[in-house]
């Protein structure tokens, strides 16, 4: 098992362009959650799905969009990126909601 | 408005130590909550977990203990490694919720 897979691992962007964060797992899990890690901040949660088809804001979604189109696959999209959206992006996955969260390596994003 | 304050944001101590991070909460219908754990340039992974109805779970050198009526909980190490040096995460969660609520990181060095 690769777990939960997130591409890719670093990326500069310019002011104003776009990109999708890719993310997915290989466990058959419901439950996917996108959290933005910045330092000394902890985790915060933009979005979630509870299933395919089904996705919730989460505390910081403003200036992001996501789909479940697939159990395994739930993108992350940036549509106009911007300074502020500068941190480290943690993709995450369970089988029973918020009990045992399994979360991929990250990726790292910059925005200049 | 901060639901889960953890301290300290820095923590040194020598192996051998029992180094002890503490988390507070507000809200009484949270009723789970689980630590993660941290290393460089990897996701969290859940370290342990606790729920209300008890007062103090250990698992191998982990243990939380928990305080409802404080509203307070806390994760001690003991015989603290250097390979325990990480980040620490607290959480919590409503009944009811998908989702869960980080505190912001406590960063922990273990000296040899």
């Known amino acids: 098992n690769a777990g939960v897979t997130q591409t890719p691992k670093f990326r500069i962007l310019k002011i104003g362009q776009s990109m999708t964060l890719q993310c997915t797992q290989d466990?058959?899990?419901?439950?996917m959650y996108w959290y933005r890690q910045d330092p000394g901040m902890g985790l915060k949660l933009i979005y979630y799905?509870?299933?395919?088809?089904?996705?919730d804001k989460g505390e910081v979604p403003n200036g992001y969009n996501v789909s479940r189109s697939t159990t395994e696959d739930f993108p992350l999209r940036l549509e106009l990126a911007a300074p502020s959206q500068t941190s480290v992006y943690f993709c995450a996955s369970s089988s029973s909601g918020r009990e045992k969260l399994f979360f991929g390596s990250g990726t790292q994003l910059s925005v200049l | 408005q901060q639901q889960v304050k953890q301290s300290p944001q820095s923590l040194i101590v020598q192996k051998g130590g029992i180094p002890i991070i503490n988390c507070a909460y507000e809200?009484?219908?949270?009723?789970?909550f689980p630590w993660y754990q941290q290393f460089p340039g990897k996701g969290p992974a859940l370290l342990i977990a606790i729920r209300p109805d008890v007062s103090e779970k250990k698992e191998g050198r982990f243990t939380i203990s928990f305080n409802k009526s404080a509203k307070q909980f806390s994760l001690h190490i003991m015989d603290s490694q250097p390979g325990d040096s990480a980040t620490y995460f607290c959480a919590a969660s409503k009944g009811g919720s998908e989702k869960l609520v980080f505190g912001k990181g406590t960063k922990l060095t273990v000296n040899p």
């Open positions: 809200n009484t219908a949270f009723d789970y």
């Open positions: 466990m058959n899990h419901n439950y």
């Open positions: 799905s509870v299933g395919a088809g089904i996705t």
